[in-house]
């Protein structure tokens, strides 16, 4: 029940500091900073009580009572769609990673909200109910639901609270999001009815979907649904162009959550989904979606370099980082996936940590323009020593996590494809 408290408290939790706001300017504020500390402190008091040793075992993907964390209540019985939700070592990371960067949002928006910050308080909790609900969904209905949670508020924090060109840049986010997640919903559908074709009945459950035998050409086709849903969420090269102007444009609190949490959910999607349901598809696909991740890696880094908008620059550098993330999932090694979810973990803190220095220098300078920022050290030497840490981390400055990741990627990459790594 910790795992659907966690949802209901951030979904409530948006809803009463939307309310709050008719009480007082700043009440809505206080309701989502409490909202997550509570969601925090239920997640570390269930985990406390979960034996030691049960961490280092690796739960069996087809049995969900060897997972950490397992509950199962029928929802739509007639299609075999359940309210299920499992917790193993990969989800606990990711919901952790969340819900700290979430109180960043939230602390990161504090003075820099004035139109509805209740209502923009609500949206941040929101996404994050969403984002928590994906990383635990183990019913592929319910995945996709909360797929769609997450997406329409971070539409209207672009939207509505977005910088001058907020309205191309939500609505490019949410055509190339909805687009994908419809073509996810098809795919799921199709292996649902594959699987009821079998003789097995209808069922969403992530553990039955697992055993599903279909075809290899059937495997292929539904698999790049899922592979391209995901890659454009990533995103990978060359789904990426709405990445730039959505972080470009949204609130600082809105790029925290983009870059650091939103991005991940597309890795996850690989990871939990894709590979593991299709194994034999993902092996012969490895070598092109390999293929996009070096391309990602490379293009993602240069067009970096051409940058002046500060943001534009970290937004570009993501992609780049991302492209990682994609080369060490295709690997497939034990070395290679290590380094990929260290790389969603450490580039979620680092790239975070420079949006809201970002925000920070345009919220007093009134520009994003890296030009125009010449002497400020000087001006700011606290801010420049941060600016500099977390520059030199996204960079992978060796004894830092972002070096860590991309090192162990390589080296898994390398034992699979020398050419590629």
Not at 136 to 152: G, K, P
Not at 194 to 204: I, R
Not at 264 to 271: F, H, M, P, S
Not at 335 to 360: N, Y
Request: glycine share 10%.
């Amino acid at each position: 029940m910790m795992m659907v408290g966690l949802i209901v408290l951030l979904l409530l939790g948006g809803g009463v500091a939307w309310w709050a706001e008719s009480r007082g300017a700043g009440y809505g504020r206080w309701v989502s900073l409490a909202s997550l500390a509570l969601a925090l402190a239920l997640l570390l008091a269930s985990i406390s009580q979960i034996p030691a040793q049960q961490f280092s075992l690796v739960p069996d993907p087809a049995d969900p009572q060897s997972w950490l964390l397992h509950f199962k209540l029928a929802w739509i019985p007639r299609f075999g769609i359940h309210f299920e939700l499992a917790m193993d070592g990969l989800s606990l990371i990711l919901v952790m990673l969340t819900l700290l960067l979430g109180l960043v949002a939230v602390v990161s928006s504090w003075d820099e909200i004035e139109f509805q910050p209740g209502f923009f308080q609500a949206n941040i909790l929101w996404i994050l109910a969403g984002v928590v609900g994906v990383f635990l969904a183990m019913d592929l209905f319910l995945f996709f639901l909360f797929w769609e949670v997450m997406l329409v508020p971070m539409y209207l924090l672009i939207a509505i609270w977005g910088h001058e060109d907020k309205a191309f840049a939500s609505m490019k986010f949410f055509i190339f999001t909805q687009f994908s997640g419809l073509l996810m919903l098809f795919s799921i559908l199709v292996l649902a009815t594959l699987y009821a074709d079998a003789g097995n009945g209808f069922s969403f459950s992530y553990f039955d979907l697992l055993g599903v035998d279909i075809s290899a050409s059937a495997a292929m086709w539904v698999m790049l649904g899922f592979f391209i849903a995901f890659t454009v969420k990533l995103p990978a090269f060359p789904v990426h162009t709405w990445l730039p102007d959505a972080h470009t444009q949204a609130p600082t609190a809105g790029s925290v959550i983009l870059a650091g949490i939103l991005l991940k959910t597309g890795a996850y999607g690989l990871l939990r989904c894709a590979i593991p349901l299709f194994p034999e598809a993902s092996i012969d696909f490895a070598p092109v979606a390999m293929a996009l991740g070096a391309a990602g890696v490379i293009y993602g880094a240069v067009l970096a370099f051409a940058q002046t908008d500060f943001k534009r620059l970290v937004a570009y550098s993501s992609i780049s980082h991302m492209g990682f993330v994609l080369l060490g999932l295709y690997a497939w090694n034990a070395l290679a996936i290590q380094g990929a979810i260290m790389q969603m973990v450490a580039h979620g803190l680092s790239t975070a940590a420079l949006f809201m220095t970002a925000g920070a220098i345009q919220q007093r300078l009134h520009t994003r323009d890296m030009g125009q920022m010449g002497g400020l050290w000087q001006q700011m030497p606290r801010m420049g020593a941060c600016t500099l840490f977390f520059a030199v981390a996204s960079l992978g400055l060796p004894g830092l996590g972002n070096c860590v990741a991309e090192f162990l990627v390589l080296v898994g990459l390398f034992a699979v494809n020398p050419w590629m790594a």
